[in-house]
């Protein structure tokens, strides 16, 4: 089993790499896939960064995934929320009980107009908030939701953290430090 990353254009950069880059630092596979309208695998990322996608999601190999994680960025958040085959593997995922991550703006543009977000506890970027029910809505940086199998968090410098936080859940807190330590967090 292994970790989905999702990636579109206009994704952010940041959260996209650093998510993949602690994950796969604790020795977890993650595969990176496009969700790329035109069907390409190169996505230039919300700053202009262009990054490699494994695959385009039309191309993903049958199996499940420990967690699908999606990255926030605007229109790339839009480009995910817009796909059916993206949307389809998150609510098999939430269907399955299986964990489901998102961050910055995923939260509320994705997960949430898909009913996705389900009562889960959740965090988004902050200018996204009002979106999200209030009695759901959490300001801290980073929150895990273990009864719905959800981590949110709020943007670009929480996604270490965040990236962490997935760590933890999957693999056990001491997984988790013995990846943050030689980052010197």
């Known amino acids: 089993m292994s970790v989905l990353l999702l990636v ?3 994704s952010e950069e940041i959260e996209t790499v ?3 880059d ?3 630092r604790a020795g977890i596979e ?4 496009s969700c790329c309208p035109t069907g390409q695998r190169l996505v ?3 700053r202009g960064v262009q990054l490699m996608a494994d695959c385009h999601l039309d191309e993903l190999p049958a199996g499940d995934f420990e967690l699908i994680v999606v990255p926030g960025g605007l229109p790339g958040s839009e480009c995910i929320r817009d796909n059916p ?11 399955a009980g299986r964990w489901r991550a998102a961050l910055c703006a995923a939260p509320a543009v994705v997960l949430l107009p898909h009913g996705l977000l389900g009562e889960a506890k959740a965090t988004c970027h902050p200018g996204f908030w009002a979106r999200i029910p209030a009695p759901q809505l959490s300001q801290e940086r980073v929150v895990i939701d273990s009864g719905s199998r959800l ?3 709020q943007g670009p410098g ?3 953290e965040f990236a962490l936080a997935l760590v933890r859940v999957l693999r056990g807190a001491e997984a988790a430090d013995a990846v943050a330590g030689p980052m010197v967090l």
């Open 158 to 160: 929480t996604a270490i």
């Open 22 to 24: 602690v994950l796969v």
């Open 151 to 153: 981590v949110t968090s």
């Open 18 to 20: 650093a998510t993949q």
């Open 44 to 46: 230039r990322a919300s």
């Open 85 to 95: 085959r993206a949307i389809a593997l998150l609510r098999a995922q939430a269907e």
């Open 8 to 10: 579109a254009p206009g």
């Open 30 to 33: 993650v595969v990176l896939a």
